[in-house]
């Protein structure tokens, strides 16, 4: 298992097994990643699932699964860790997306995971950490059945004076607080 540097709230793992890799357990946060070799075989809410490369797993806070490699060839996965209150806080008040299936296929989900879960030896920017959580939790909430939220006109206006900070800001670091 490779672990790579994360802001507080957010972990960032690549694993490689063959057989059975871990026995029934569960996390406090949500676990969101990718298969990117092999077949990764898991039991998730009292049903066995499969994920094959490029399909996005989501799993639950506190919810029992196992898991391991479906093939003699093992498996290679990366997984982000997410506490509930780093997404919470993205969501304005909305109630955290639930996703049913375990497994989700969506190649732009997907891409936008792999945006934030590699190179996994390359720390994240607080600008990019932003900017990837609101695009996480779109994903997570149209796989949740949740409507999409109308973009306001001073979300517009907002925008339009970000845009304008930054291009006046070029030549500095600018941090998504300011």
């Known amino acids: 298992i490779i672990s790579a540097p994360d802001p507080a709230?957010?972990?960032?793992?690549?694993?490689?097994?063959h057989g059975s890799a871990f026995d029934p357990h569960r996390?406090?946060?949500y676990a969101i990643g990718v298969t990117?070799?092999?077949v990764q075989t898991f039991r998730y809410r009292g049903a066995a699932r499969l994920s094959l490369p490029g399909q996005v797993i989501v799993l639950h806070p506190d919810e029992l699964h196992d898991g391991g490699a479906g093939t003699e060839e093992g498996l290679c996965y990366r997984m982000l860790y997410l506490e509930p209150s780093l997404m919470l806080d993205c969501l304005g008040g909305t109630a955290l997306p639930f996703v049913r299936?375990?497994?989700?296929?969506?190649d732009a989900f997907c891409a936008t995971l792999l945006s934030a879960l590699g190179p996994l030896e390359q720390e994240l920017d607080e600008l990019f950490v932003d900017d990837f959580l609101a695009q996480l939790m779109q994903s997570l909430a149209r796989h949740a059945g949740q409507?999409?939220?109308?973009?306001?006109?001073?979300?517009?206006?907002?925008a339009t004076l970000a845009r304008q900070y930054l291009t006046e800001n070029l030549d500095r670091p600018v941090r998504s607080g300011e």
């Open 101 to 106: 299936d375990g497994v989700v296929t969506d």
């Open 147 to 158: 409507p999409a939220k109308p973009i306001a006109g001073t979300a517009r206006r907002a």
């Open 9 to 17: 709230g957010m972990e960032r793992i690549e694993a490689r097994f």
């Open 27 to 29: 996390h406090d946060t």
């Open 36 to 38: 990117l070799r092999g």
